[in-house]
């Protein structure tokens, strides 16, 4: 059975950092994508980053670029989402999921989701 655990979220100041972690099983990361994604009330879900495997590429929206860093260890079995510099409006449930092949920054094109974990950045 394919699942995805996050964990890390919190509440933190603006300026601060947290860690996501995103924890894998049922399949191994090696042939697989992991995206980020989060969601505040009231909005839709949006992409935040991604890493494939497979071709080792990754990607990050505009709005987290230079802050975020995602990175696997396939060994763990596990994606992680460092968060810098935390800004208020980061402040949304943050989903990981799962597709094949391939970076994409939809919601869209992933398959398989984590339950979220909460992320609350205050001013």
């Known amino acids: 059975e394919v699942q995805l655990v996050e964990s890390g979220g919190g509440l933190v100041q603006a300026g601060g950092s947290l860690r996501l972690s995103c924890a894998a099983s049922?399949?191994?990361?090696?042939?697989?994508?992991i995206g980020w994604f989060r969601q505040a009330p009231g909005k839709e879900r949006e992409g935040v980053s991604c890493i494939s495997n497979s071709d080792d590429t990754t990607y990050y929206a505009d709005r987290v670029k230079g802050r975020f860093t995602i990175s696997s260890d396939n060994a763990k079995n596990t994606v992680y989402l460092q968060m810098n510099s935390l800004k208020p409006e980061d402040t949304g449930v943050y989903y990981c999921a799962r597709r094949g092949p391939g970076c994409s920054g939809s919601h869209y094109a992933f398959g398989s989701w984590g339950q979220g974990t909460q992320v609350t950045v205050s001013s």
């Open positions: 049922g399949f191994t990361l090696d042939y697989y994508t």
